[in-house]
């Protein structure tokens, strides 16, 4: 038996649409929702054969028979109510320690790896990687050193405001904010990132294997995920941002990728971020690419993705 596990909650629309269309192919696949480890799934793990399984509700999965794995969300491991308090953070630590024993197993092809999204996490890396590869960045500081941000900001009519991690939408930098006495309060508390405002288009690509798909993003917000319902024009990947997009999924180790692109009225692309895990279900609606079925091919075949060092 071969089986591919959707990593993804109970309530995550992409990885249930990715459970539902292995089932419709006639693809054995399970839904492993971390956050009902280990009071409702099992890991077992032999260190001396280097061999363990994973018991997804009454289902004993070796790692062996896991084809591969396709990674929509990751919960944090949830303990049993009556967990004693003094030992929750022991049994916690154990517990993701187990899951990260699983994560490493490199039998199994991750789409995309537990490496790749730790890597993700250091977006100020990522953003060097990219400049590394061939990309062109925004003129970027991050920081918490006051001079230094106002010293950057003088260089640019508009900057914008991002948080250093990710998770939260990017905003225009006022006057304000570049107030020496403000920064140095709001600083104390955590580093910024402050990027040179790129006048443009927002281009959105997605990349898997050797595929590669594009649309422009049409919104009048800063931030377009600030838009309730953007328009989505699919267009033609120029042959240098296709090759590029490739070497830097490549570069990040990633089998698939959603690439964030600011293209500026000279038609330059500009990298913004490349996500491991994007959300692509409105995407594919709207555009009529064909991600779902690639994706679907990423996992059950190994050559689709050899593409990717």
Known sequence: MSVVIILGASQDCHALHMLQTCHKSGIEAALFDTSLYPSCHSISWNPVLAKGGLRLNSTFYKFEQINSVF????????????????????????????????????????????????????????LHKAATSG????????????????????????????????????????????NSEHLQKVLKYAPVTIQQYIEGTNIRTYVIGSEVFSAEIVSDEVDFRLHSNPI?????????????????????????????????????????????????MHFEQITGYPITEMLVQALIQPRFLSNVG
């Open 232 to 280: 989505h024009i699919p267009t033609k990947t120029p042959i240098k941002v296709a090759r590029l997009a490739k070497r830097l999924t490549q570069a990040f180790k990633m089998h698939w990728t959603a690439i964030d692109w600011r293209r500026d009225n000279q038609g330059n692309y500009y990298f913004l971020e490349a996500n491991p895990s994007p959300m692509f």
């Open 71 to 126: 990674w929509s969300s990751v919960g944090p491991p949830s303990l049993a109510e009556d967990t004693n308090p003094s030992l929750y953070q022991i049994a916690m630590s154990d517990s993701s320690s187990a899951l990260r024993t699983f994560f490493d197993e490199r039998s199994i092809r991750w789409v995309n790896s537990w490496q790749v999204f730790d890597s993700h996490k250091v977006k100020p890396r990522q």
């Open 135 to 178: 990309a062109l960045i925004p003129q970027t500081y991050i920081g918490n050193e006051t001079e230094d941000i106002l010293s950057f900001a003088k260089q640019y009519k508009k900057l914008l405001f991002k948080p250093v991690y990710g998770g939260s939408h990017a905003t225009l930098v006022d006057e304000k904010q570049l």
